[in-house]
T-cell receptor, first 111, second 116 residues
Framework: QKEVEQDPGPLSVPEGAIVSLNCTYSNSAFQYFMWYRQYSRKGPELLMY????GNKEDGRFTAQVDKSSKYISLFIRDSQPSDSATYLCAMSEGGYQKVTFGTGTKLQVIP | DADVTQTPRNRITKTGKRIMLECSQT?????MYWYRQDPGLGLRLIYY???????NKGEISDGYSVSRQAQAKFSLSLESAIPNQTALYFC???????????????FGPGTRLTVL
């Protein structure tokens, strides 16, 4: 079993839809949770960073962490064609431990 | 200019050839990483370096070697390339400077390597 599981998609939605992207994990020591966005032929870039359980909102993006269920989510409101990309979850134990990445979910927002 | 640069961006080579991929950063970070990305397997860590004198193997280091020539430069070598090393390779940096958290990684644009 992988330490981090992420549905690869692809996920195709119409413009304006609410998108939910999810990851599950098995390592209960993970404390820091990140979402990266990767456009085609580009490197991943950090989108959201959260610590422990709870929600964090940044514009149209909301990151949610449920440590009791070992489940994290990224919600995108009012999705735009420019949101079309692959989204990777990532997590670490902190204290300079390595970051473990999910395999990524490919999202396409159709105009 | 980009904070993390990689050269070359694309490379096609033949089995058995030695290949070097280079990475430079201007972020002033002390930590640098090499990953490979394959469809369905995500990002896998090859090597990482916490400073010039500290090199560590990642989860898939066999067939690869690295050199940290300076704080800003980290190169990855394939001593004798084989077809299953065909992948997208990313360099990344991290460091607790400029307000960034130590485990936030900043990626280069990637090198697409094809081994025939």
């Amino acid at each position: 079993q992988k330490e981090v599981e992420q549905d690869p998609g692809p996920l195709s939605v119409p413009e304006g839809a609410i998108v939910s992207l999810n990851c599950t994990y098995s390592n209960s020591a993970f404390q820091y949770f990140m979402w990266y966005r990767q456009y085609s032929r580009k490197g991943p870039e950090l989108l959201m960073y959260t610590y422990s359980s709870g929600n964090k909102e940044d514009g149209r993006f909301t990151a949610q962490v449920d440590k009791s269920s070992k489940y994290i989510s990224l919600f995108i409101r009012d999705s735009q064609p420019s949101d079309s990309a692959t989204y990777l979850c990532a997590m670490s134990e902190g204290g300079y431990q390595k970051v473990t990445f999910g395999t990524g979910t490919k999202l396409q927002v159709i105009p | 200019d980009a904070d993390v640069t990689q050269t070359p961006r694309n490379r096609i080579t033949k089995t058995g050839k030695r290949i070097m991929l280079e990475c430079s950063q201007t972020k002033g970070h002390d930590r640098m990483y090499w990953y490979r990305q394959d469809p369905g397997l995500g990002l896998r860590l090859i090597y990482y370096s916490f400073d010039v004198k500290d090199i560590n193997k990642g989860e898939i280091s066999d067939g690869y070697s690295v050199s940290r020539q300076a704080q800003a430069k980290f190169s990855l070598s394939l001593e004798s390339a084989i077809p299953n090393q065909t992948a997208l390779y990313f360099c990344a940096t991290s460091g607790a400077s400029g307000g960034a958290r130590a485990d936030t990684q900043y990626f280069g644009p990637g090198t697409r390597l094809t081994v025939l």
